[in-house]
């Protein structure tokens, strides 16, 4: 009998096995293919963007620099005596909005960012991520399996069993990080709601005879949209057909070509198909992302279009939120509903990346009303607070959970505080523990953080840009809890740290 049992090897299920194992739990991943190496897992078909707030996740964990490194990027500049700023500077690269490219330039800094290795998002692969992510799980002691692919699911008030490979996996809880096409949603009865498709989008890696038919980036035609990347023969095409084509089949390189053609308007010519595949705007969420003992993270909590780059990085934050939460509650130390929190916090925000995907539908549609609202989007994109609005949205800088408290820093990824000495927040949470840092010369803070001192590490001193703070205390997660002023209200302080991490006889009487 495990603690969890995970179905899926993906990103987020691999995510999530790393934070449980990480928190002590005993964890069994269940992968369908033998395989994890596939060419859409490569540059440039399994290419992905991750936003500042994930890249900030692998940096809190140690992670960062092994993905940099089998993402072959270069180190980010994160050594404590880097000449760096502590004044955010504006981000370099910007995604896009129904195909209309952000101008950089445009973007100034989130006023929450501050510098250093986590400041920005990352171009890297799926490879890249799950390797690194498979090496830490088997340092945490997690034991993954592949080759079976989970067929039934059953639970009780005691546990669940996950049944693959003609075998029986018990667990006390189990996890279905296995996809869009989630076995594990159908099976313990989740409802999965939302919208059905508009179009059917294709990607192919394909030699093509003429490519200067083809604009370079993202061009919309009154058709639909197509995508020329940088790298050699890999485009991507979007048509309007209702979802009409049959995805249980992979396309024919003739079908490619007359879709191409007709998208784009020119009469462009493909030769031999390498890959191709297809997706579609469909646009459904889990209703709960829990049902008893069973819960739900990444693609199998929700699908959406590809469009703006976020099912990745809506999955990382799921299974960032729900590891440090779930360890807790399988350790029987989790406050009164904490692991309900994860659906009340994570339902919101991807029901909002739900909506940014069906915006940019509704105004790629080949009609005249939208192009009509293509104009108005194209030209607020042109300001610079409209640019801010869509990057913001894009990269994460814009969520922020509700956890009841005003202040705007309260329930927001945290910005990577730098202490004098050059320790960064990020420094100071490998070990998956919450973190209270007290930025005041009298350490006031120390005596009432002891109480929770198992959870919780205490850091003091100044930092280099407080953000006119006094002290904040971080979840695991990364999410800041509570945000005190240069006068921390102690009180204040202790009712988060119970909210969050609960109230611990065994610990130190506070001072
Ligand atoms: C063309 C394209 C471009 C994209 N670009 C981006 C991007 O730039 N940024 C971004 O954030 N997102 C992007 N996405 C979305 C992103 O790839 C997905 O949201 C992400 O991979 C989801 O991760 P996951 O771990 O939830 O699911 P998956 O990656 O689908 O992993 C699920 C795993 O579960 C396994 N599995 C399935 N069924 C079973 C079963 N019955 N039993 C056991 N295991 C099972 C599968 O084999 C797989 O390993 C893109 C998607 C597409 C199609």
Redesign the pocket.
């Known amino acids: 009998m495990h603690d969890v049992v995970i ?8 995510f999530l096995a790393c934070e449980l194992g990480l928190a002590g739990c005993s964890v069994l991943v ?4 033998p395989d ?1 190496r596939s060419p859409w897992k490569t540059h440039p ?1 399994g ?5 500042a707030t ?1 890249v900030a996740a692998f940096h809190r964990r140690g992670l960062l620099r092994p993905l940099l490194t089998a993402s072959g990027l270069p180190d980010a500049p994160d050594a404590p005596d880097a000449p760096d700023s502590d004044e955010p500077s504006p981000p370099r690269s910007v995604s896009h909005f129904a195909g209309m490219v952000l101008d950089p330039s445009n973007v100034a800094a989130s006023p929450f960012r501050l510098p250093g290795p986590a400041a920005e998002g990352v171009m890297t692969d ?1 490879e890249a991520v799950e390797s690194v992510l498979s090496a830490r799980a088997a340092d945490v002691g997690v034991e993954i399996r592949r080759g ?4 039934a699911v059953e639970q009780d008030d005691e546990g669940v069993v996950l049944r ?1 490979g003609g075998h029986e996996h018990a667990a006390r809880w189990a996890v279905g ?8 949603r159908r099976l313990a009865g989740f409802d999965f709601a939302g919208t059905e498709p508009q179009f059917t ?1 294709y ?1 192919v890696l394909a030699a093509i005879a003429d490519p200067e038919e083809l604009r370079p980036g993202f061009t919309l035609t009154p058709t639909g949209m197509y995508l020329r990347t940088p790298a050699e023969g890999y485009v ?1 095409v979007l048509d309007f057909d209702g979802g009409a084509f049959d995805r249980s089949r992979p396309p024919t390189r003739d079908h490619l070509q007359a879709v191409l053609r007709r998208v784009s308007g020119t009469e462009v010519t493909l030769g031999e198909v390498r890959h191709a ?1 297809s ?1 579609t705007d469909r646009a459904m969420q889990a209703t709960t992302y829990r049902r008893g003992r069973v819960l739900l ?4 909590a929700h699908v959406h279009s ?1 469009l703006g ?8 934050g799921d299974a960032v939120n729900l590891g440090w939460k779930l360890a807790a509650t399988v350790r029987g130390d989790a406050p009164d509903g904490l692991l309900d929190t994860y659906t009340g916090e994570r339902h919101p925000v991807g029901a909002r990346v739900l909506d940014w995907t069906r915006a940019q539908t509704a105004v790629m549609k080949p009609d005249a009303h939208a192009r009509a609202i293509q104009a108005v989007v194209r030209d607020l994109l042109g300001t610079r607070d409209g640019t801010i609005y869509v990057f913001e949205r894009t990269s994460g800088a814009r969520t922020r959970h509700d956890l009841g408290d005003e202040h705007p820093l309260v329930g927001r990824d945290a910005p990577d505080f730098r202490l004098a000495d050059g320790t960064r927040l990020g420094d100071l949470m490998p070990d998956g523990r919450g973190v209270v840092l007290d930025f005041g010369a009298d350490h006031r803070l120390r005596g009432a953080a002891a109480r929770w001192g198992s959870r919780v590490r205490y850091a003091a001193g100044a930092a280099r840009n407080d953000l006119g703070l006094g002290a904040v205390l971080v979840r695991p997660d990364g999410v800041v809890a509570w945000a005190g002023d240069r006068d921390p209200d102690r009180a204040a302080f202790e009712r988060a740290a119970t909210r969050w991490f609960g109230v611990h006889p065994s610990s130190p009487v506070p001072v």
């Open positions: 179905a899926g090897a993906g990103p987020v299920g691999l269940l992968e369908r293919d994890p078909l290419m992905r963007g991750l936003s994930s799926l079976l692919a989970v067929s693959a990080c296995d996809g869009g096409r989630s076995v594990v989008g990607v991507g595949s997706f993270a990444g693609d199998a590809p780059a976020q099912g990745l990085n809506l999955g990382i």
